[in-house]
């Protein structure tokens, strides 16, 4: 079987071993190069734009919190995927000042990768036209294609050039890598109804005012009291949120997290768009559940087809949550792959497509894809 | 899973598309949308009757099969082909229309189905992994009645949106029309004549200068006469874009009329001479722009141009007056023919009036019997007189007898020339006929009458000439009609019908002035004419002058090639008369033989 990738790997913070890993791939016969580096690298600006800059090669790629390699997560360090099949690389600039517009900048743009149906994404995690992205991508590209990826960006939730393209590092960017293979893909979680169903009532993009005609805060904090033994304290929220997601269930039972980033003390602001009127849930897992739901979908990929990539793109809330632990899941995701080396990236949210073959925006899961 | 609250979720997600949009299709894409979102589809169509332009419709054709046609998708495509052009999917759709059921869940190869009726008018496709619960399906028939009421507002929305766009696209095209000029899209008479308006208001109130030049092209006529409206249309569509580049933001500059542009400068400053530089400047480049010649795969033309000009800086003179000024100058300018342009005086209005007046006089002349024809015998070589030539001779009553160059132009500025042209056709038959009854010698032939431009350019010409023949029973063959050259520029091929026409009936044809016009050879040896009349120009001094002996033989041996005679116009001296022997002429006309006589002297000549 023809390689699909040759992969570098480097625990270096430093961007002459990046420039190292770049021109070995190059070297190796790579035709599209796949940057996934992490935000914490110690990269000189000016340095990496001229290596970005001068690669001959389709660049692409992303900069986030941290990277996976066989069974390790690291934050410092590269992964350098040179692509070995005629990859198309389009990068789209989130700057569309309606959702109309971007609609058809979408469009103009995708009509070089029409023909194509297996793509990686990876989005500026702050860009917010994220959601919209994929929204116009799918219903340009259709059903039957199959798509992975993941928000690039760092901790700290603030906007930074975390894309790699040949132009250098940019921001409020999206980007698309079309495979001429195919991708086998699989989703997985872990996360369970703990309440519920509540209706949306009042919500506007990422911000949930209102549930069943309260205020979501109050109603959040009120469940999640009658599940926890102790009295909350005033910063529960902090505490608690990140083992409370919301979660939207599917007509066919299937459910997708809605992570809650942050409140104001009446609405929930959430890692993705919550629609008025759609039915939600109160979540909660634990990590025997989250390493079992890792582990199913990393045994539906395999059952697909052997690759000679694994590539993962795995929640970074995920990692808070195992902690130290988090080698657990990655070692059963590794498992199922013994002569593949397991390859990846902790993502700001996830992408892609669901059991209905729309490409969605995901919180809280593992996303894995093998070409 | 709570099913009731489900339920009233996707109900309520789906119809907040509905009436979010006006826009039917955005409306129903964001429908499709939520199905995704909410029904779980992987895809999602809807399909509606359409009629002849495409357009939506909710009004079934009763006298023909409905058939659905796409309308949208969500998402457009399945595994990469379009689902508008999905074949299958439209014949199972049409089918679940016909069978008069609400919904319908199918299954069709590995793809699941589920159909439903939108009002009688349309369907919505879902496509699923799996089966619908039949509650959901049992709950989704009030939502596509608002879905269905919804299209309809839309459709009528569409079709309103539509109208007024119509309405304001005819109200455009109309006001538009109503401005600009349909040939050169320039701004047209009506236009510039407001536009002129309120540069006179502007001159009271801001103390400006404003300027109005009128610029006839010289030379197109011909150009329309010889090559066609056609190539003319489109000399003048280039004139206009030389003069809107030429000109800018400078002015203003529209179609007056035919082959007639005008600009209208404004905002110039008070200070005349200042104004007059810029109006020399703008002068000296319409003429430079106009001289530029007009290419066209049909050939290259050169043409020129007059320009008229008025400046005006108060509101002493109106609209009307100061474009008639303009056309005064222009007409000026062109009449003199020395200055390419020129501003417009008082003395100009006044020399047009003596013009108008001249007509006026000409016209009294023609009811007063003013006119006479002379006729100027015409001479072989051996003496013999062989015809005369009638020429018109105004004998006016306060100035004597005028110079035919003067009234003959002016009386063909309007349709004068064809009273004249009466008169003379009339009073020459009256005439041959009274020399018929005379013993003439057998060397005299014919009386030759001179035709206008415009008596050939008739339909009628040949029938008013043979007419007139008839009507005063005269010998055809003792009249002979003379045209120029330039006259066969028009429809040449009524001329060559008439003409042969003529010829038939018997009345010899002669080319009058030849050497002087353009003509064609080709057309020349069509024409049935039997005399070329060499030009006096030609036998001026022909005995010293080697060109024109050239060119007089030239012609000579032109008219042999077409069997044609010639005649030398303006013999005036001995000397010319033998060189013209010598080159093979045989037949003159001019001084040296005799002066035009009047009738009465004619008649003298035949008496023994």
Known sequence: MTMASIIKFTESPFVSELSKAINSVIEEGAKTVLLLTCIDNNYELDETEQILKMCTLPLCGGAFPKIVHKNKSYSQGAIVLGLTVSSKVVNYSMHADSDAHLKNYIQTESKQIEHYQNFIIISDAFCNQCENFTDHFYDYMGSGISAIGGGAGSMDLLSHPVIFTNQGLVSNVTQVVALPCSISNSIGHGWEILEGPYLVTSSEGHYVHSLNYRPTFELYKEIIQNNINSPLEDDFFNQYAKCFPLGIMSLDGDILVRDSLQTNGAYLECVGNVPVNSMIYLLHSDLHKMTLASEKAAQEVARKGVSNTVLLFDCVTRDLLFGEHIGDELEVIQRPFPNTPLIGVMALGEIANTANGSIRLLNKSTVLGSF | MNIAMHIMSIQHQLVLAIDKDPDLKKMLHQFLSLCSLSLNSTNSHIFLIKDNNNNPTYQLDINHEIQLKHYVSFPMKKNGLLSSEDTKLSSLVNHFFKNNRDQQEQNFGSTLYHFFKIGDFGVLTIEREKSLDPAIQNALPPVLNKLAISTIAAINYHSLVIEIKTRQRVEEKISYQASHDFLTGLYNRMKIQEFLASAIDDCIHQEQTGAILLINLTGFKNINDVMGYHV??????????????????????????????????????????????????????????????????????????????????????????????????????????????????????????????????????????????????????????????????????????????????????????????????????????????????????????????????????????????????????????????????????????CLEKLHLFGVECAIDDFGTGYSSLAYLKRLPASLLKIDRSFITDINADISNLAIVSMIIELAKSVNMQVIAEGVETKQELASLVALGCYQYQGFYFSRPLTFNKLVECFEP
């Not at chain 2, 003179?317 to 056309?327: M, P, R, Y």
């Not at chain 2, 003379?482 to 019908?497: H, N, R, V």
């Open chain 2, 232 to 497: 003319g249309d489109e000399v003048l569509k280039q004139a206009a874009v030389r003069l809107k580049v030429l000109i800018k933001n400078m002015g203003i500059v529209a179609r007056f009329n035919g082959h007639e542009f005008i600009i209208l400068l404004r905002s110039l400053p008070v200070d005349k001479s200042t104004v007059q530089s810029i109006v020399n400047d703008v002068i000296a480049d319409i003429i430079n722009a106009m001289e530029i010649p007009f290419e066209f795969i049909e050939g290259r033309f050169s043409l020129s141009c007059f320009i008229g000009y008025e400046t005006f800086n108060n509101a002493s003179k109106g609209v009307q007056d100061i474009l008639k000024n303009a056309s005064i100058a222009v007409y000026e300018a062109f009449k003199r023919g020395k200055d390419k342009a020129l501003p417009y005086n008082e003395m100009m209005s006044k020399q047009l009036n003596d013009h108008i007046s001249y007509t006026r006089e000409i016209k009294q002349a023609l009811a007063h019997d003013e006119f006479e024809l002379h006729y100027q015998p015409q001479y072989d070589h051996l003496n013999n007189m062989i015809g005369a030539e009638a020429l018109l001779r105004w004998n006016n009553p306060l100035r004597g007898y005028e110079s035919p160059a003067i009234y003959i132009p002016i009386a063909e500025e309007s349709d004068l020339i064809m009273q004249i042209s009466s008169y003379v056709l009339q009073q020459a038959c009256e005439d041959i006929k009274k020399l018929q009854q005379l013993p003439l010698p057998s060397s005299f032939k014919q009386v030759s009458i001179n035709i206008s431009a415009k008596q050939l350019a008739k339909h009628d010409f040949a029938d008013t000439i043979i007419s007139a023949i008839k009507e005063n029973q005269i010998s055809p063959e003792h009249l002979k009609i003379e045209i120029t050259e330039s006259m066969m520029m028009g429809d040449i091929e009524l001329s060559i019908a």
